[in-house]
């Protein structure tokens, strides 16, 4: 049954400082998503990473794909109150369904 | 472009009462369509997906079911609410023969 791990689960963490999630699948895949929940709300997408050696930036954000370590990192830079949300990753599994981490709750603080 | 609907956004029901929340997506055909549970504070839970019209694969064994009688429409009942299905219910949808799932706003029960 394939497995996927975050961690940290939570990080609080001071503006302007750097940090990494990292997530941890247990079986081979492509591919990996990012999502991002703010408080009291729904998911919405942040990066998809569609092969081996993928990067994806966004603003402060940014992702990468280790297929062969079946690992991805989530990197925030200069971390700003904007960003404290819950960050998900999820993994393909069979043909339909997406498997979520436990998710990182990330709080920045002055 | 495409859109999600998720109602009602709230809801507090007592213990034993029954339970519909609808899910509907517009401006796609043929989606793939997933309900999720999430507990205060916690991950993902998925309930149910379906790939097509009558089609329902069920995750976790509860007293929840599932249905979809139209081709963008996902229900999900119950007939006798339990104080542990309160949580945040999401409503996803993915094109077909692709991952990325697309929520809604999602419903927050809260049984009593």
């Known amino acids: 049954e394939l497995k996927v791990e975050q961690n940290p689960l939570f990080l609080s963490m001071q503006e302007g400082k750097n940090y990494t999630i990292y997530c941890n699948y247990s079986t081979t895949s492509d591919r990996l998503y990012w999502y991002r929940q703010d408080p009291g709300k729904s998911l919405e997408s942040l990066f998809v990473l569609l092969s081996n050696g993928a990067v994806k930036q966004e603003g402060r954000l940014m992702a990468s794909l280790d297929t062969k370590a079946r690992l991805s990192t989530l990197h925030i830079t200069a971390a700003v109150h904007d960003l404290s949300a819950t960050y998900f990753c999820a993994v393909p599994v069979n043909t339909d369904k997406l498997i979520f981490g436990t998710g990182t709750r990330l709080q920045v603080f002055p | 472009s495409q859109t999600i609907h998720q109602w009602p956004a709230t809801l507090v029901q007592p213990v034993g009462s029954p339970l519909s929340l609808e899910c509907t997506v517009e401006?796609?055909?043929?989606?793939?369509l997933y309900w999720y549970r999430q507990a205060a504070g916690r991950g993902l839970q998925l309930l149910f997906y379906?790939?097509?019209?009558?089609?329902i694969s069920s995750e976790v064994p509860q007293n929840l079911s599932a249905s979809r009688p139209q081709d963008r429409q996902f229900i999900l009942s119950s007939k006798k609410l339990l104080l542990s299905d309160s949580g945040f219910y999401l409503c996803a949808w993915t094109r077909r023969g692709t991952y990325e799932q697309y929520f809604g706003p999602g419903t927050r029960l809260t049984v009593t």
């Open positions: 379906s790939v097509g019209i009558g089609q």
């Open positions: 401006g796609t055909s043929n989606p793939n």
